[in-house]
Nanobody
Framework: QVHLVESGGGLVQPGGSLRLSCEVSGRTFSTLSYGWFRQAPLGKERAFVAAINRSRGGVKYADSVSGRFTISKDNDKNTVYLQMNNLKPEDTGVYYC??????WGQGTQVTVSS
């Protein structure tokens, strides 16, 4: 069983920055690939944000966040990060970390508002 715990969400003004963390336990960290997804308010579907590959650390981003968000991981800390810069109101939502084996964290709320 893989356990993921997200943190780092909060309220930020447009143009601000946040860094989300996802601490992973229950499996050798480097054997998994990881992704970040978000679910906007009002019951919208969970949408892909970013992913990082387990082998060479290759990354992929949704068009809406490319150039503003950066996904990274620290194998020594068993943690995946999402650095979010130049945040916009449409970035508001619950952000979830997941693995390529289908495990999900509980999510962390990000609200971008003035």
């Amino acid at each position: 069983q893989v356990h993921l715990v997200e943190s780092g969400g909060g309220l930020v003004q447009p143009g601000g920055s946040l860094r989300l963390s996802c601490e992973v336990s229950g499996r050798t960290f480097s054997t998994l690939s990881y992704g970040w997804f978000r679910q906007a308010p009002l019951g919208k579907e969970r949408a892909f944000v970013a992913a990082i590959n387990r082998s060479r650390g290759g990354v992929k981003y949704a068009d809406s966040v490319s150039g503003r968000f950066t996904i990274s991981k620290d194998n020594d800390k068993n943690t995946v990060y999402l650095q979010m810069n130049n945040l916009k109101p449409e970035d508001t939502g619950v952000y979830y970390c997941n693995t390529n084996e289908g495990y999900w964290g509980q999510g962390t709320q990000v609200t971008v508002s003035s």
